[in-house]
Every structure is written in C-alpha cells, then in structure tokens.
C-alpha cells in the first residue's frame, strides 16, 4: 500500500513538473538565450521525467503484474532507472552557474562533450549492470542489497557533487539562507541510499518492519520534491539574475553610446571652432586684400609690378632689376615698399607679389623689351 501511495505521488508530481520545465525550455530556447545556458533545464526536466516515468513502471508492475516489490524485475528496472536518472542530473550540473571552481565531475563533462560523457557512463555502467543482473538473476541466494550496489556508489558521487555545485551556485548568488536545504537534500539522498543497502532482515531486528517501510517511502518521496524545490529556486534566480545582467548589459551599452555622442559633440564643438578661425581668417585676408587694391602705386613701383608679372620667376631680382637699368639695391627698395604696401611677410614674398601683379593686370607697367 506504501509503495504504491509513494509511486503514484512521484508519477503525478514528476511527470507534471517535467512537462513544465520542458514547456520552460521550449520557451528560453525560441527567445534570446544561449543555447548552452539552457541545456541544464533540459537534463534537470529529463531527470524528473526519468522518475515519473519509473514511478509508473513500477505501479504497472505491481499493481497490474503483481509482482512483488522484491521482484527482481521491479529491481532491476528501479536500478536502470536510477542510473539513467543520475546521468541526467551530471549532465546538468555544468549549467549550474558560479564563480567558485569547478567540480571533478563538470570538468569531466566539459572535457568530453555530452555526447562523449554520455556514451562513456553508459558503457560503464552498461558492463557494471549486465555483470550484477548475471550474476543475481538465477542466483536465488542473491538479496537486493547486493542488485543495488550498481547504483549505490554513483547516487554518492552525485550527491556530493549535486551538494557541491547547488552549494557554489547560492552562495555566489548571496543566497546562503538555501545551503540549509541542499544540505537536508544531500542527508535525504544518504538515507534513501542507506534503506535500499541495509538489509530488511537486519533492519526489522531493530524497528518494526511497517515503520521501515514507511520512512523509506517518505524519504524517498521527500528527497525528489526537495530535489525539484531547489532546482526550480535555482532556475527562478538564474531567469532573474539573467534579466538583471541583460538590463546591466542594456545600461552599459546605452552609457557607452552616450559618452560616444558627447564624444563627437565635442569634436564637432572644436571643428566648429576651428572652422569659425578660419572664417574669421579669410575675413581678415579679404579686408586686407580689399586694402591692397585701394593703394597707390608710384609710376616706379608699377613698372617693378609690371617685370614681376611679365618674366614671372623666370628671372631673378638682378636680372629684371638690369632690365629696367637700375641698380640691385634700388630695385629691392621698391620690393621692400611694395611688400610694406601690400602687408606681405615671410617667405614666398617674391610669389605673393608676382601672383598680386598678375591679378590685378600690371603686366601693362613692364620695361619695353624686344622678348622675354
């Protein structure tokens, strides 16, 4: 009666809560999120399916079969169930998310892939079953204690690394308040481990056999909601602290954009300054040159405008000077006016001047001459 009440509570609950957790990773995977942050929903929802569905394995053993609780079917496939059930929760565990190092275990599935890790379980576990239920099967001698050994070490392994991983992962999130729980979840796994090795016979010298039976089925009833409360918080904490870091991520990019338009704001504040001196120069050149056209020239000045016009910089200064049958130093003096005239200084005098005398047609005021 027990174990019915214990399996038909575990199929209702789990089978339920797997449907919600694959409706939950259909959800997370056709949005935004990476596929690799979801993959522990995946394996978690597997995990609680593997024990719904086993649950009604066993109620159509015993309720529609009758066999027996120590069948050795019912044995035998609680076994396989088991294991299958301890993969996915390995499997799972890398997606727990936090900043402490990582276990033995995740490493090991990190380091051989999910389809590797699982290939490599199961032929190990595989060779370890098909040895056991050999061994068992026509073996009238053999109890379950000894069928259930198969599974006894790795339900251990996980529950220490299950106890490790949840641990890291609330602390990280500055939710120590859960490590209570986890640890009560580790005790549970210990116990339920603990009534499936300690032989009955042994047990009921001790406690009444009614009672035995009935802390099995509540331990093992307790530790599989206990197991699907934890993960569900977990899940819930890591949905929200995704959005969190989404909307941090959200508020950095648009900082970053922000300090970006000020940045160029401020580059187009100084090109503007700088085009505004440029603008402020041109006017300065322009009201100088309208100052320039306004000066009166001597005849001598004109005609040294003329020859810088006409010969260009084909000639230098003595040459055209020879030209107009002055000397050297007479010829610099009117340069030297002319400049002072025209507010020309610095180098490219000489150019300034001939492009001057070409602008404004003093080619006319040249020395006579037969060529050039």
Request: aromatic share 12%.
């Amino acid at each position: 009666m027990l174990s019915t009440i214990e399996h038909t509570i575990t199929a209702i609950v789990c089978l339920i809560t797997a449907i919600v957790i694959q409706r939950i990773f259909v959800r997370e995977r056709s949005g935004d999120a990476a596929e690799d942050s979801i993959k522990g929903i995946k394996w978690f929802g597997l995990a609680i399916f593997t024990w719904g569905f086993g649950a009604i394995l066993n109620l159509l053993f015993i309720e529609v079969f009758n066999w027996s609780v120590t069948h050795k079917m019912v044995i035998y496939t609680g076994v396989m169930i088991s294991l299958a059930n301890s993969l996915f929760i390995l499997l799972s565990l890398p997606s727990i998310e936090h900043s402490k190092k990582r276990s033995f275990i995740v490493k090991l599935v990190k380091r051989f892939g999910t389809r590797e890790f699982i290939g490599l379980y199961s032929g190990v576990m595989g060779m370890i079953s098909f040895v056991f239920i050999t061994a068992s099967y026509n073996n009238e001698g053999s109890s379950n204690n000894f069928i259930w050994l198969i599974d006894i070490p790795i339900s251990i392994f996980v529950a220490l690394s299950l106890l490790y991983e949840l641990n890291s992962a609330f602390s990280s999130r500055k939710m120590k308040f859960m490590l209570l729980p986890t640890f009560a979840l580790f005790v549970l796994i210990l116990f339920a481990v603990s009534h499936r090795i300690i032989p009955q016979d042994r047990a009921l010298e001790i406690i009444d056999q009614q009672f035995w039976a009935m802390v099995g089925s509540i331990t093992a009833i307790s530790f599989k909601f206990l197991f699907i409360l934890l993960f569900s918080i977990l899940l819930y904490s890591w949905k929200f602290l995704s959005e969190k870091e989404h909307h941090e991520s959200l508020a950095k990019e648009l900082n970053l954009e922000n300090s970006k338009l000020k940045l160029r704001l401020g580059r187009l504040e100084l090109s503007n300054e700088s085009h505004l001196d440029t603008i402020s120069s041109m006017k300065k050149e322009l009201s100088a040159f309208k100052k320039n056209q306004k000066v009166n020239f001597s005849d001598r000045q004109k005609e040294v405008l003329g020859n810088l016009a006409y010969f260009g910089v084909d000639k230098s200064y003595a040459e055209i000077a020879s030209t107009m049958n002055i000397s050297l130093e007479g010829f610099q003096t009117h340069i030297y006016q002319i400049k002072k005239l025209l507010n020309i200084s610095g180098s490219g005098g000489k150019e300034q001047l001939i492009t001057f005398a070409l602008e404004n047609n003093f080619s006319s005021f040249a020395t006579p001459h037969d060529n050039k």
